[in-house]
């Protein structure tokens, strides 16, 4: 079975959200609408930090992290007053890996990779990374655009803000689009949003003593070093169109206050990081730290002999969200949108797409306006997106899922990965907070009456927080 397809996201961005106010004067930077309290922004930020700290090698080198720490405070003193945030917390670190990248997260935690520093030309072009970072977080880009999306649950976003950061490489995750529209939401912004960011962090610049234009000039480093892990950066903020012209523009509009012209500093971090051993790639230093869980960053199908079921139950708490029991020799996949506990060789990818084989997968879905077989249609129609020889060959069943009033049904399907036949239990609940619970019960046709019993008695075991 593969994971669904995702059906797009409706995201309508009514609000005009850059206004010139006049052609000479710098532009008013108007933060988007957001419906969530500013402590979400920093509860959820301080959770990912915490997690991203275990699982990125951060680099312990008073130079280069005083270096970069300075930086980011003259960057910090310089937010105008009317944009700024009593509760947010500030943090920059230095992440030592060699890509191109960078990322703040909601609330103030921010992470600068080695390899952006050792890529800029000028201390001015690190500058403007982190100034657009910065920006994003100030304006509060990621519950923004969360308020759009869907409601969520703060250990919920973490996890996956998490699974988008160690994915193998940043935003492998998250770039196969997200149901929640959480992992996309934190950490790749809209057009609309990037270009806040480039205007804010230029006015940002020009206040703390930098030019500008070298933020322009940094996208250009960015664009040109695409071989190593540049694009990364560039995908999670997509140039809106005109990049380097507007922000040139609105140079013009800015007085760079009390320019800083000393590149002493600059030019000592970068020959020390030099003599220092060549950072490894992201995905070299991720590979062996320890998780508890699983991304699925799998690239091979799934393949090898399958260990039924243990009699023996596991339960596991995903985040704020629910907790479920499943046999002890399943592991936990944790993707952003959903997860799965599979067995070892039940699990795998095919063309970019998660596969399982035998196991089971949960997830939710936004439902507000439908009946919940109305929902489940829907979930069905997704999956048939991905799974050409789907078919239903009976109704709905009523039943108490995760204590609620549910529905299952049952699915029959050719994995066209595999070449099996399989079967496939739905079980689907309406939530309160408005969203769909599916669970999907998986296993070969000739496998399923012994594996329809665990289904039950894992769906049994589910407790659900709404
Ligand atoms: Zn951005």
Known sequence: MKARLFP??????????????????????VPPDNNYPVSDDVQLGRKAAAEARQQLP????DLVNSYVENLGR??????????????????????????????????GPMFVNRGMVEAANTEGEVAGVMAHELSHVILRHGTAQASKATKYQVGQVAGAILGAIVGGTWGQV??????????????????EYEKQADLLGAQIMSRAGYDPRDMANMFKTIEKQSGSGGPQWLSDHPNPGNRSDYIVQEARTLQVSNPIRDTRAFDQVRSHLRQMPR???????TKNRPS???????????????????SSYRTYDEGNLFRVSVPGNW??????NSVTFAPDGAYGSANGQSVFTHGMEFGLTRNESH?????????????????PSLERPSGYDRVSFAGHRGLRTILQNRNDVTGRDETIAVFSTQLRNGNMLYALGVAPRDEFSSYRNVFDRVVGSLQVND
């Open 371 to 387: 009946d919940l077989q109305t929902a489940t249609d829907e979930l069905i129609q997704a999956l048939a997106q991905g799974n």
């Open 279 to 285: 950072a490894p790639t992201t995905e070299d230093a």
């Open 58 to 61: 951060i680099l312990r080198d």
């Open 331 to 336: 592991q936990e996949i944790q993707d952003s």
């Open 174 to 191: 998250i770039s196969q689009g997200t149901q929640f529209g959480l992992g996309t939401a934190f950490l790749r912004f809209s057009r």
């Open 74 to 107: 003259r960057l910090v003193a310089a937010i105008p007053q009317e944009l700024q945030h009593r509760e947010f917390t500030y943090t920059f670190e230095v992440v030592n890996v060699r890509e191109i990248n960078a990322f703040a997260l909601p609330g």
């Open 292 to 310: 508890t869980r699983r991304t699925s960053n799998d690239t091979r199908p799934p393949g090898g002999r399958v260990q039924p079921p243990s």
């Open 8 to 29: 797009l996201q409706c995201q309508t961005i009514a609000a005009l959200l850059v206004s010139a106010a006049l052609a000479t004067a710098q532009t008013r930077i």
